[in-house]
């Protein structure tokens, strides 16, 4: 069962940093595109980054001057390199990956990780 760890989350003041990571474990696949979304107490979950195997990335335009997704491949691990951090950053951050596996192309969320800024 292929599944998603997340950390990195926390406490900081406004402008500090933070780095989210998210491995994937669990089976035989191979992962195209991971990314990062938020979701804020009361309102949908947003995108916010997402990075292809091949490097290709797209951010959210609130963030995308702030924040930097990544990957490492060998790893099957992603990371979201959060500065300048502000205090409508404040949400649970859910990993995402859509991967193969032998038999079957499909997605999946993490649990979440709790970033909280404060002012």
């Known amino acids: 069962q292929v599944r998603l760890a997340e950390s990195g989350g926390g406490l900081v003041q406004a402008g500090g940093s933070l780095r989210l990571s998210c491995a994937a474990s669990?089976?035989?696949?191979?992962?195209?595109?991971m990314g990062w979304y938020c979701q804020a107490p009361g309102k949908q979950r947003q995108m916010v980054a997402t990075?292809?195997?091949?490097?290709?990335?797209v951010y959210a335009d609130s963030v995308k001057d702030r924040f930097t997704i990544s990957r490492d491949n060998a790893k099957n691990t992603v990371y979201l390199q959060m500065n300048s951090l502000k205090p409508e950053d404040t949400a649970v951050y859910y990993c995402?990956?859509?991967?193969?596996?032998?038999?079957?192309?499909?997605?999946?969320w993490g649990q979440g990780t709790l970033v909280t800024v404060s002012s």
């Open positions: 995402h990956a859509s991967y193969l596996t032998e038999t079957n192309y499909s997605q999946l």
């Open positions: 669990g089976g035989l696949f191979t992962i195209n595109v």
């Open positions: 990075v292809t195997r091949g490097g290709r990335t």
